[in-house]
Nanobody, 123 residues
Framework: QVQLVESGGGLVQAGGSLRLSCTVS????????MGWFRQPPGKEREFVAA????????YYADSVKGRFTISRDNAKTTIYLQMSSLKPEDTAVYYC????????????????WGQGTQVTVSS
């Protein structure tokens, strides 16, 4: 069994930055492709970013390209989402997910999910 725990959310003003962390336990994080997703208030969950096992390949939603950076430290079994130039429309609960296949992450079908962390961007 794999457990994911997100942290780092909070309240920030527009234009500010936050770094989210997702700690993986229960199995070696390097076994999984990892992704970040978010669910804005009243909306469905959407893909944000994904990173391959070796961190050699990354994908981003168009809405966050150039502002967000996904990274991973397999030694620390932690995945990060550095968010910059935040906008009010980035307000959401952010989730990390793990999957064997990158295709599953990109299709919003993680094998394991964290409980989420709230990010609120004020205007």
């Amino acid at each position: 069994q794999v457990q994911l725990v997100e942290s780092g959310g909070g309240l920030v003003q527009a234009g500010g930055s936050l770094r989210l962390s997702c700690t993986v336990s229960g199995r070696t994080s390097s076994s999984y492709t990892m992704g970040w997703f978010r669910q804005p208030p009243g909306k469905e969950r959407e893909f944000v970013a994904a990173i391959s096992r070796s961190a050699g390949i990354t994908y981003y939603a168009d809405s966050v390209k150039g502002r967000f950076t996904i990274s991973r430290d397999n030694a620390k079994t932690t995945i990060y989402l550095q968010m910059s130039s935040l906008k009010p429309e980035d307000t959401a609960v952010y989730y990390c997910a793990a999957a064997i296949l990158m295709a599953h992450i990109r299709e919003n079908r993680g094998d394991y999910w964290g409980q989420g962390t709230q990010v609120t961007v004020s205007s």
